[in-house]
């Protein structure tokens, strides 16, 4: 995904660069050689990100407009948004939704999305947080990413996504390894470096392996 002269500026545009994650695919990134977007909420409180082949730009990731402005003349986006100021539910139906629309009038096809696991599943069609003895405060932030999720699958097939879930133990601290193992929607594994979720997203940027569908990743 090499800068050339037919496209614009930057390789990847990352929504929600300011968070852990993020910010851990931002730096897989640029290690890579990939030219990033970085887009939060407020600039101001993530001055760190700017530098060498990462521009830092406002965007509100639930403006379809806002999206497509900042999505437009990149290869790809990444989206790893959250906020703790609105309920999960309405937050992400409103972010994929923007994200949807936004990235199609940008002309971005391409879209890795990072989300939680407890979606994954426990048998066919049972989510984690199906099971009746799953907290009700986590199930709410759950359903949200599972509204993300059927949009994503109910979105026009010209947007080409993948939906990256880590297990529910993300290290955020442990050293990556620079490998990981791949699956379908179900539960996969234990754990995973963040680390090395980020270069299983940034995988799915450079040689996109899996279409329109949630896979699992884990050590």
Same mark, same amino acid.
């Given at each position: 995904?090499?800068?050339?002269?037919?496209?614009?500026?930057?390789?990847?545009?990352?929504?929600?660069?300011?968070?852990?994650?993020g910010?851990?695919?931002?730096?897989?990134?640029?290690?890579?050689? /990939?030219?990033?977007? *970085?887009?939060?909420?407020?600039?101001?409180? @993530?001055?760190? #990100?700017?530098?060498?082949?990462?521009? +830092?730009?406002?965007?509100?990731?639930?403006?379809?407009?806002?999206?497509?402005?900042? *999505?437009?003349?990149?290869?790809?986006?990444?989206?790893?948004?959250?906020?703790?100021?609105?309920?999960?539910?309405?937050?992400?139906?409103? *972010?994929?939704?923007? #994200?949807?629309a936004?990235?199609?009038?940008?002309?971005?096809?391409? +879209?890795?999305?990072?989300? %939680?696991?407890?979606?994954?599943?426990?048998?066919?069609?049972?989510?984690? @947080?199906?099971?009746?003895?799953?907290?009700?405060?986590? &199930?709410?932030f759950?359903?949200?990413?599972?509204?993300? #999720?059927? /949009? +994503?699958?109910?979105?026009?097939? *010209?947007l080409?996504?993948?939906?990256?879930t880590?297990?529910?133990?993300?290290?955020?601290?442990?050293?990556?390894?620079?490998?990981?193992?791949?699956?379908?929607?179900?539960?996969?594994?234990?754990? %995973?470096?963040?680390?090395? #979720?980020?270069?299983?997203?940034?995988d799915?940027?450079?040689?996109?392996?899996?279409? &329109?569908?949630? %896979?699992?990743?884990?050590?």
């Amino acid at each position: 995904m090499a800068s050339t002269g037919s496209q614009v500026e930057r390789d990847v545009v990352v929504f929600g660069a300011g968070g852990q994650v993020g910010r851990a695919v931002v730096a897989e990134a640029r290690r890579r050689g /990939l030219a990033v977007t *970085a887009a939060v909420r407020d600039p101001e409180r @993530h001055r760190d #990100l700017a530098g060498e082949g990462v521009a +830092l730009v406002r965007c509100d990731v639930t403006d379809e407009a806002a999206v497509a402005a900042t *999505a437009r003349g990149h290869a790809a986006a990444v989206s790893t948004v959250y906020t703790p100021d609105v309920p999960s539910t309405p937050f992400y139906a409103a *972010a994929t939704g923007a #994200l949807v629309a936004g990235l199609d009038a940008a002309g971005v096809r391409r +879209l890795v999305h990072v989300g %939680i696991a407890t979606t994954l599943e426990t048998a066919p069609g049972v989510a984690v @947080h199906d099971d009746p003895a799953f907290p009700e405060a986590y &199930r709410a932030f759950s359903l949200g990413h599972a509204r993300a #999720l059927d /949009l +994503l699958r109910a979105s026009d097939a *010209a947007l080409d996504w993948v939906v990256v879930t880590p297990p529910l133990d993300l290290d955020r601290t442990a050293p990556g390894t620079g490998r990981y193992r791949t699956g379908g929607p179900q539960v996969l594994g234990d754990r %995973i470096a963040q680390a090395d #979720l980020a270069v299983a997203v940034v995988d799915q940027l450079t040689t996109p392996a899996h279409h &329109r569908e949630q %896979i699992a990743v884990a050590e």
